[in-house]
């Protein structure tokens, strides 16, 4: 019913930057919040950031001041720009719509932050 469709993950070194875009398609009639969740090896899935339809951000506290989220309402498109990336970001990458009706996840996008 819905698919979200992700890209732009990769290598690269510490203090570099990547933009993951994350585009939403199917049965979606309406503005939603959206965000991204990573998860490495051996520990939890955690949030990294969200922005709600009416364009409230929130970000964790380990991505504060070098990561910014955004969306395009016409594409229902999310996007995360992550800056001054650090050994720690280095994780799967996981968009996510929450809809009335249920939740739906991305198919995860490999971050690597390795010199």
């Known amino acids: 019913q819905v698919q979200l469709v992700e890209s732009g993950g990769g290598l690269v070194q510490p203090g570099g930057s990547l933009r993951l875009s994350c585009a939403a398609s199917g049965s979606i009639f309406s503005i939603n919040t959206m965000g991204w969740y990573r998860q490495a090896p051996g520990k939890q899935r955690e949030l990294v950031a969200s922005i709600s339809a009416g364009g409230i951000m929130t970000y964790a506290d380990s991505v504060k001041g070098r990561f910014t989220i955004s969306r395009d309402n016409a594409k229902n498109t999310v996007y995360l720009q992550m800056n001054s990336l650090k050994p720690e970001d280095t994780a799967v990458y996981y968009c996510?719509?929450?809809?009335?009706?249920?939740?739906?996840w991305g198919q995860g996008t490999q971050v690597t932050v390795s010199s």
């Open positions: 996510k719509i929450w809809l009335p009706s249920r939740d739906y």
